[in-house]
């Protein structure tokens, strides 16, 4: 029965092993994840920002998911190295990328649906803009002037300022060009650049696509290591004091005393007094003594 304990005991010893090594690989996997998430992250910034500050007509919005899931990534991260503060780290993390998953789909919207659907490539591929410079070298100055639009019904003057490319071709002459394509990109340096970004918004809006399912899964596997112990190996019971509750206990013929091999066991089996058992059961070693006879009753 003892062999059969120290068996089953000594096929449980690699179990936390096992756990540990599992832990150490799902933990560096998500540290790829998310060092992938951060970079994408970035990126999104970097081409936001550029996005904005080229022109002042288009009002580019994808550098905000990229800002707010560049913390969350930074935040899971740190989670994932620090075993400390490992559950707060990523639950600040966790709620960081939830709200970036939300602003890269509303990026997604603002930049795909109302920004780049409303771009109309077409005059400018045909080289039908025109690019307007005051020829000034003071930069911060704005010249206005009045240029004159020709269209195949009628014709009508235009305001532009310097630094602009515009195309005759969108602007409506009919409302002033009010609620109509963009017409005009102020602030750029040649109309060669307003297709440059063109081509920027299209890959911010895909990236901020993919941010958006890269970050779902990112708070997924995040969530599943939210409560995960150390990875610190744990120590291997020894043999004495392995046992099984369902045991049965043990006796001793040198003493004559209970070996209980559950720590509970006392509370259902008291201990053996010494005496009484040195009284019922006789020492092996003592010699046989014949008991005397009573003297018979006359």
């Known amino acids: ?59 580019v919005s994808g550098y905000t998911s ?26 600040a993390a966790i709620v960081f990328l939830s709200f970036g998953i939300i602003f890269s789909f509303l990026c997604l919207v603002i930049d795909g649906a109302c920004i780049v659907l409303n771009m109309d490539m077409r005059p400018l591929k045909a080289g039908r803009c025109q690019y307007y410079s005051s020829g000034s ?21 235009m305001t532009v300022r310097s630094g602009t490319c515009y195309c005759c071709d969108l602007y409506n002459c009919a409302n002033g060009g009010y609620l109509s394509n963009y017409y005009e990109f102020v602030g750029v340096q040649s109309c060669e650049e ?22 779902i899964l990112t708070t997924a596997v995040l969530g599943s290591l939210k409560n995960l112990r150390s990875s ?5 019971p020894s043999e004495s004091t392995a046992s099984s509750p369902t ?11 209970v070996h209980q091999l559950h720590p ?16 019922s059961f006789p020492s092996p070693s003592a010699p046989w003594q014949t008991p005397a006879l009573l003297p018979s009753p006359r």
């Open 264 to 279: 509970g066991a006392s509370m259902y089996f008291p201990a053996a007094d010494g005496t009484a058992a040195s009284q």
């Open 1 to 59: 029965m003892t062999a059969r304990i120290q068996g089953a005991a000594g096929m449980d010893k690699p179990v936390p092993r096992s756990r540990a090594k599992e832990s150490m690989v799902r933990v560096r996997g998500a540290l790829w994840l998310v060092l992938g998430m951060l970079s994408l992250s970035l990126l999104l910034v970097v081409l936001g920002v550029y996005a904005t500050t080229r022109t002042e007509s288009l009002s």
């Open 247 to 257: 045991a049965p206990l043990l006796m001793n013929a040198n003493t004559h005393t």
């Open 66 to 91: 990229g800002v707010i899931l560049t913390l969350g990534s930074f935040l899971g991260l740190l989670g994932l190295l620090l075993e400390e503060n490992r559950k707060q780290l990523l639950t």
């Open 232 to 236: 610190s190996p744990v120590s291997e």
């Open 137 to 157: 070298s003071y930069i911060y100055e704005n010249f206005y002037t009045s240029v004159t639009c020709w269209n195949p019904t009628e014709s009508c003057n």
């Open 194 to 215: 307003v297709f440059t970004l063109y081509i920027f918004i299209w890959t911010l809006t895909g990236l901020n696509l993919v941010a958006f399912f890269t970050g």
